[in-house]
């Protein structure tokens, strides 16, 4: 340790924001959390509410409602503040509104004279994420969107009650929009040590009609939660904690966030998931997997989709 204290701001203390936040607690993570929503008394509460936990957390930590000049020395600044899908929304829908949020949001963060690192969940994440960094100004490596981490979460449980393996040996990456149009790499899916289609040619109990089916509910979760508690946030509460450790821990972990491609995978000036190593600095490199035709295919489609939906965050912007 260098002794430097780790401060993280949170905007938006919604039901994401503060499943973050209490993750973020009992994983001792970072020393100073601050809290910022529109509504101020909220933020309050939540502060109050999560410091009586602090004597059962495994590390000392600061916690308060604050402002944003409290983003001035943050390392990293968490959105998820804004709008969320109602049932039969899609992601997409949310795009005009939450530009306008995150428009002025960015604006008062940089206004601190903040030099960190964006992290941001608000959907449509890679739309999001893209305003984030127009309007910062920061280098395309300090602006990263939560991505497709829910998706993959989602993907390696799925497979590992499958399979009957423990998730965390599950190697299965969902990239592409962080929605409709993303798609599973079955082709560099590992099993522990094995490859996906090994195990599936030698086990006739398992097959690949199977595997579609687990994607697609691994694509519509987000629907079927909304469906039946209105909203979903501790998978992406864990999901965020788990980028902010590889960024402040500096760990050079892979993930599959929300990234700037500037010519990876044959296309430029767009955000969306791919693998990518984090750390310290931010994204220290987007790694281009080899994709098969059809995995190429869809991954285009899943751009363009993104393209077109940000016609109306352009125009704001
Ligand atoms: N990236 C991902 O994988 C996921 C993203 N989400 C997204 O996260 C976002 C938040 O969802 P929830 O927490 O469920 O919504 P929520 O409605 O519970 O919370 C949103 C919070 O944002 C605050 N807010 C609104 N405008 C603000 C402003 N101008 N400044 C500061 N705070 C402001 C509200 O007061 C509220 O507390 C949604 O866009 C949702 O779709 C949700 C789940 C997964
Ligand atoms: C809401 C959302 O984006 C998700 O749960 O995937």
């Given at each position: 340790?260098?002794?430097?204290?780790?401060?993280?701001?949170?905007?938006?203390?919604?039901?994401?924001?503060?499943?973050?936040?209490?993750?973020?607690?009992?994983?001792?993570?970072?020393?100073?959390?601050?809290?910022?929503?529109?509504?101020?008394?909220?933020?309050?509460?939540?502060?109050?509410?999560?410091?009586?936990?602090?004597?059962?957390?495994?590390?000392?930590?600061?916690?308060?409602?604050?402002?944003?000049?409290?983003?001035?020395?943050?390392?990293?600044?968490?959105?998820?503040?804004?709008?969320?899908?109602?049932?039969?929304?899609?992601?997409?829908?949310?795009?005009?509104?939450?530009?306008?949020?995150?428009?002025?949001?960015?604006?008062?963060?940089?206004?601190?004279?903040?030099?960190?690192?964006?992290?941001?969940?608000?959907?449509?994440?890679?739309?999001?994420?893209?305003?984030?960094?127009?309007?910062?100004?920061?280098?395309?490596?300090?602006?990263?969107?939560?991505?497709?981490?829910?998706?993959?979460?989602?993907?390696r449980y799925m497979l590992g009650d499958y399979f009957e393996i423990d998730a965390r040996n599950i190697h299965a990456y969902i990239i592409g929009e962080h929605g409709d149009t993303e798609l599973p790499v079955w082709s560099h899916t590992t099993i522990g040590v094995e490859k996906l289609d090994t195990i599936i040619n030698r086990n006739g109990s398992y097959n690949t009609n199977d595997l579609e089916r687990i994607f697609e509910n691994v694509r519509d979760a987000a629907y079927h939660i909304i469906d039946r508690k209105g909203a979903t946030f501790y998978g992406i509460g864990m999901s965020l904690v788990r980028i902010t450790r590889a960024i402040l821990q500096n760990e050079n972990s892979i993930l599959p966030v929300s990234v700037y491609l500037e010519g990876e995978y044959g296309h430029s000036d767009v955000y969306i998931g791919a693998p990518a190593i984090l750390n310290r600095n931010g994204i220290r490199q987007v790694i281009e997997i080899e994709l098969t035709e059809k995995e190429k295919q869809q991954f285009d489609h899943s751009v363009e989709v993104l393209r077109q939906s940000m016609a109306p965050s352009l125009k704001i912007l």
């Open positions: 340790m260098n002794g430097k204290v780790n401060r993280v701001v949170l905007i938006g203390t919604g039901a994401v924001g503060c499943s973050y936040a209490y993750s973020l607690i009992n994983q001792g993570v970072v020393e100073e959390l601050v809290l910022i929503d529109v509504n101020e008394l909220r933020a309050e509460g939540e502060a109050m509410d999560l410091n009586h936990g602090l004597p059962f957390a495994p590390s000392a930590m600061r916690v308060w409602s604050g402002t944003y000049k409290d983003c001035q020395p943050a390392d990293l600044v968490v959105i998820s503040a804004g709008l969320a899908q109602k049932p039969g929304e899609t992601r997409l829908d949310l795009v005009a509104k939450n530009t306008v949020i995150f428009k002025e949001i960015v604006t008062n963060v940089m206004k601190s004279g903040f030099d960190g690192i964006f992290l941001v969940a608000t959907n449509p994440v890679d739309i999001m994420t893209y305003v984030t960094w127009k309007t910062s100004g920061l280098p395309k490596e300090r602006v990263i969107g939560s991505g497709t981490t829910l998706d993959s979460a989602r993907l």
